[in-house]
């Protein structure tokens, strides 16, 4: 079975300082694509990050950033510098590169900012 | 554009009423999702289309039907709902493989917020 684990249902964070979501997942697959989206409350799934699978070096997006452990299966996400718009739900996902448009999520981890 | 757009926003009928929830994109991917989502609940897969055709069903009830009328177009055809159907219904999309420059992702719509009475 496709599974995909976030361990921290809820995690804070200061304004202004670095958090790290955790997510692992399982698949006997290779070759992939990972995902982190982020939904704030009543508003739209937006992608955050990506990283394919083959790619050794971690993802990062300006204040976003990634630890990409392939043989640990472990894909989480650094948020540096924090601000009060990065509260929010966090999803993990993942898809296969080669077949299929089945999407596996993550039960999410959702994100409080403290001012 | 990289915009899903999804009609209405919100959407309160009974149960003997039908209703359509309605998506739209103009980014070219042929592959269309509708997903269910509960709060604080990842998204659940309903249905995909890929090239306007059904390419998953993931069990659905048949209370819910969908419908590719085009490759930009998706639709939510709702009937006979129950009240535990009430919740995001969010539309996305994303690009099949062999379409140039395949990155993956799924683009999301805004959604559709269903109250069922």
């Known amino acids: 079975a496709q599974t995909v684990t976030q361990s921290q249902p809820e995690m804070s964070v200061q304004e202004a300082e670095t958090v790290t979501l955790s997510c692992t997942y399982d698949t006997s697959e290779s070759d992939y694509y990972l995902f982190w989206y982020k939904q704030p409350p009543s508003r739209q799934m937006i992608l955050v990050i990506r990283?394919?699978?083959?790619?050794?070096q971690n993802a990062t997006e300006n204040r976003f950033s990634v630890n990409f452990q392939k043989a640990a299966k472990s894909f989480s996400l650094k948020i540096s510098d924090s601000q009060l718009g990065d509260a929010a739900m966090y999803f993990c996902a993942y898809r296969f590169s080669n077949t299929g448009n089945q999407f596996y999520f993550g039960t999410g981890t959702s994100l409080t900012v403290i001012p | 554009d990289t915009e899903v757009t999804q009609t209405p926003k919100h959407l309160v009928m009974g149960m003997t009423n039908k209703k359509s929830l309605k998506c739209e994109q103009h980014m070219g991917h042929r592959a269309m999702y509708w997903y269910k989502q509960k709060a604080k609940k990842p998204p659940e897969l309903m249905f995909v289309?890929?090239?306007?055709?059904?390419?998953i069903n993931e069990s659905v009830p048949s209370r819910f039907s969908p419908e590719c009328p085009n490759s930009s177009l998706l639709n939510l055809h709702l009937h006979a709902l129950q009240p535990e159907d009430s919740a995001l219904y969010l539309c996305?999309?994303?690009?099949?493989?062999?379409?140039?420059?395949?990155?993956?992702?799924?683009?999301f719509g805004e959604g559709s917020r269903l109250t069922v009475l």
């Open positions: 289309y890929s090239y306007e055709k059904l390419s």
């Open positions: 990283q394919e699978a083959y790619k050794q």
């Open positions: 996305a999309s994303s690009q099949e493989r062999g379409q140039g420059g395949f990155t993956g992702e799924l683009f």
